[in-house]
Structures are given as structure tokens and as C-alpha cells.
């Protein structure tokens, strides 16, 4: 574990919602797996649980609250990680559940390439405001503007979208054959083009770890639209969610058919809904990305 003067002014600046102890043991489990040049907080929520025993005598004039942490990070570490999500969940299980991670990765020797070749994504992130830890500050480069920019956001976003869709539609398709887990397989792709469709607009971020309830956690920072897939409280919601995340799985490994049509019919729904709420909010983002970039062009003549 590096010596505390190592770590960023984080801890005053977010010190009430991430407690410094809980900051101190993420360091030390994360470092415990891998070795770490630098840590950057992209996002964060905290919640809270209230517990009161009413008719437990030792404990009936006591309540006790437990605050739990999810948070995205961008991790660089000295060696690349091959496995993010064995990786996100050894991380939660040696914080006793109390902190789930959303973990972005990239190796110091690859970031240190992208800012010598400008990249916007580590532009925004790469700044010292949002540092949990670094054993030496990287130099950020300056977002670049340019019509030429924009016009590759634009098209990743019209493909990304567009093969969202594509998926989409094949599930209505009426078929003679009845197979509800391919159906949700569909559907889980095409929630994941979208959710990449939308990384690229808000973060110019093309992820490497394809997971779809990675993918909508790390979107959830910058738009509404995960709240639509993202599972409830109610056991329908999380049962059709798990359909959804597992349909890889259930597809190739399972041979008897065991989701509903209901519950198929209730993803699509969700599907659509989240579709156009995805295409809504990124047209509006590429708006303010077009009039950005569109300046700059204006400025040099």
C-alpha cells in the first residue's frame, strides 16, 4: 500500500459522501489484485439501509444504519486485465459487499499512447479533481474539436443504432418456432449496441468488456434511459433482468426452454421503451456535439 501522501485531494472533496476508511480499504483491496499506476473516479452512488429491532430486548431501543457504495472507475494499471468481471466481483467480495465497482481499464503504457495521440475520453477523466490515487500525475491532453470529429461520433452512433435496431426487429418477427431465450438473447443485444451507441456519444468511450449490466451501469452516469432495463424491486423486474443478463448463457448451455412468454413480451416492451428514450437523448447530445465542434471551425476562418 502506498503512503497516504500519495492519494488526491479526493478525500476532501468528496470526504462526506466516500468516507475516508472506505476509500483506504478500496485502495488496499485493489491493489492487493493488481498493481496500480493510477485510480480515477468517474461516478458514484451511495445508499443507505436503516435496521430496528422492535422486538428484540437487547436491541429494541437501538437502530443501526449500513451505507452501501457503487462507484465507476477508470483503473491504469502496470498489467492488462483480462478478466474485468472476476476482477469487479473479487473487489466487492473483499469489501464485504459494502462497495460494487464499475471498472473501466486501461494499462499505463496504453494511456500514455492515447494522450500522445489526443483522446477525449481520457481528457475528461484524467484531471485532478477526480483522482483516488496515482503513483505519478499524467499530463491530460485538451479535448480536440474538429468537423471531422464529429463526424465520426455521428457515424459510430447511426451504426451502433442501427444494428440496435436491427436486432430489435428480427424479434418481431413471427416465427413458427417459439424460442423465448433466443428471443432474449436478441433483445440483450440489442440493449448492448445501444448502451454502446450511447458510451460513444456521451464519453467517446468504445468499451472492450461487453456485459450488459456493466454497460447500463456505466451509461446510468450521463442519461436516464438504463433506469427502464435496470431490474426493480419487484421479483417480475429482477427475474425477467436475469433472463436478459444470463440469455448467453442460457442459449448455448441450456436445453429446455424455460422463460415465459410473458416475461419474453415484457422484455421487448422494455426493449422499445429504451430504445427510443436512448435515441432521444443521444440526437440531443450529437446536437450539442455538432454545435461544439462546428465552432471551432467557425473560430478559424
Not at 41 to 49: F, V
Not at 81 to 94: G, T
Request: aromatic share 12%; net charge positive.
Amino acid at each position: 500500500m502506498e503512503p497516504l501522501s500519495k492519494l488526491s485531494n479526493i478525500y476532501t472533496i468528496h470526504n462526506e459522501l466516500l468516507p475516508d476508511k472506505v476509500i483506504t480499504m478500496l485502495l488496499q483491496v485493489i491493489q492487493s489484485i493488481t498493481k496500480v499506476h493510477s485510480i480515477y473516479l468517474i461516478g458514484m452512488q451511495k445508499e443507505s439501509k436503516s435496521s430496528f429491532y422492535l422486538f428484540n430486548p437487547t436491541l429494541q431501543k437501538e437502530s443501526s444504519t449500513v451505507y452501501a457504495y457503487k462507484l465507476t472507475l477508470l483503473v491504469i494499471s502496470e498489467e492488462y486485465i483480462a478478466q474485468p468481471k472476476e476482477f469487479m466481483s473479487e473487489v466487492f467480495s473483499k469489501m464485504n459487499e459494502s462497495v460494487r465497482i464499475d471498472s473501466i481499464h486501461f494499462t499505463i503504457s496504453d494511456v500514455k499512447y492515447r494522450l500522445n495521440h489526443g483522446d477525449n475520453f481520457l481528457s475528461r477523466i484524467l484531471k485532478p479533481e477526480n483522482e483516488i490515487y496515482t503513483a505519478e500525475s499524467l499530463l491530460s491532453c485538451r479535448y480536440f474539436y474538429h468537423p471531422k470529429m464529429y463526424a465520426m461520433i455521428k457515424k459510430e452512433w447511426e451504426f451502433r443504432m442501427n444494428r440496435a435496431y436491427y436486432f430489435k426487429d428480427k424479434i418481431d418477427v413471427c416465427d413458427d418456432i417459439y424460442d423465448e431465450s433466443a428471443k432474449m438473447l436478441l433483445i440483450s443485444q440489442s440493449l448492448q449496441q445501444a448502451c454502446t451507441a450511447l458510451l460513444n456519444v456521451f464519453w467517446e468511450y468504445k468499451p472492450s468488456y461487453y456485459d450488459l449490466s456493466h454497460l447500463l451501469n456505466l451509461c446510468d452516469n450521463f442519461c436516464s434511459s438504463p433506469k427502464i432495463v435496470l431490474p426493480k424491486a419487484s421479483f417480475r423486474s429482477k427475474r425477467v433482468f436475469h433472463a436478459l443478463y444470463h440469455a448467453q448463457y442460457n442459449v448455448n448451455f441450456k436445453s429446455v426452454d424455460d422463460v415465459s412468454i410473458k416475461d419474453s413480451n415484457y422484455a421487448q416492451r422494455l426493449c422499445r421503451r429504451f430504445l427510443g428514450n436512448a435515441a432521444n437523448e443521444g440526437k440531443k447530445k450529437l446536437q450539442e456535439l455538432e454545435s461544439l465542434h462546428r465552432e471551432v471551425k467557425v473560430r478559424r476562418k
